[in-house]
């Protein structure tokens, strides 16, 4: 039986399970969410930004079987194509607003896209944000996700300073150690199974350690694509270059337990972590650590460019810089 066509796939799918219009947002305590004006269903989405807020949009494309396996759970696809934008939101604390999706797919597929919807829109509903519109395509499988948020004090890239202290947030190195299993690889243990879903398909935009460091951080990124590679985005941003002790590197169980003696280089050089990696001058160091937040200090800022690592006070080099796509 074909599926749906079109029209009918974006009536069934998107319209009618997205259909917000004064709808209480979660997230926003009941009030409606009256910030969109017009959703779904028109040439435009017509929408109200917040008084007195900068917006913050960012854009992500996943391409199947280059940033998800093309046969994995559509559900699951669906959360991380949009936890992994939720994450550029919560980098520059920026509260969620809305989202569009641009949907190329190889064919209309009642039973891939009603996983796709649920999880999609399970997700926003956890994170508080609205499907305002998008595009449905045919052609290989790929999901391109369109966020934007509203921020009062965002965090951007460029304002570390000379010896500010690097902290990241959480654990390292999970999201990088689940690839082989993801991939199927290896095979793992039914623990790491269950580690590795959560780490690649449920990463955990960090919208509270966003919150909370909010008043001190000088500089905040999300870390993609490794923390070697993004530390350097903050010190080229900034001007400046960076030094990391790597023994106090907060390894993640995954990293050790898949990777063994390459956890410390999975943790410094894998993708995909999602956590935050910020800076912090010196004299707001005792108020933040007040905050018992689940965040570690793993370096400094420096003047001289480049990232020098250290392991116990000796140079350390690293095979690789990150995920690189050229
Ligand atoms: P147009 O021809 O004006 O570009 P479309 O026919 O592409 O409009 O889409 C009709 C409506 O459905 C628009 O409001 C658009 O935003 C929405 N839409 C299309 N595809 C999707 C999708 N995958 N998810 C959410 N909304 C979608
Ligand atoms: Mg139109």
Known sequence: MPGPGEFELIREYFSSRFQTEGQ??????????????????????????????????????????????????????????????????????????????????????????????????????????????????????????????????????????????????????????????????????AEQQQQVDAAYYFPEPQFAVARAIGDFASAALDISDGLLGDIAHIGEASGLGAELDLERLPIAPLAQSIKGEQALETALTGGDDYQLCFTVPEQHLRALGALQLPITAVGRMQAESGVRCRLYGEDWQPGGTGFRHF
């Open 24 to 189: 209480p947002r979660s997230g926003s305590q009941g009030s409606a969410d009256q910030s969109v004006v017009l959703g779904i269903g028109d040439d435009c989405a017509l929408l109200s930004p917040p008084a007195g807020k900068t917006l913050a949009t960012s854009v992500d494309t996943l391409v199947a079987d280059v940033h998800f396996p093309a046969s994995a759970d559509p559900y699951r696809i669906a959360s991380r194509a949009l936890r992994v934008n939720l994450s550029d939101l919560a980098a520059m604390n920026a509260e969620p607003l809305w989202f569009t999706l641009a949907l190329t797919l190889p064919e209309s597929n009642p039973d891939w896209l009603e996983p796709f919807a649920r999880g999609l829109s399970e997700t926003a509903q956890l994170f508080g944000i609205t499907l305002v519109g998008g595009d449905t395509t045919k052609g290989p499988l790929s999901i391109t996700i369109q966020v934007t948020g509203a921020c009062d004090a965002p965090l951007r890239r460029d304002g570390a300073g000379v010896g500010d202290h690097i902290f990241v947030s959480n654990i390292l190195g999970a999201g990088a150690a689940a690839l082989p299993i993801v991939l199927g690889e290896i095979e793992g243990s």
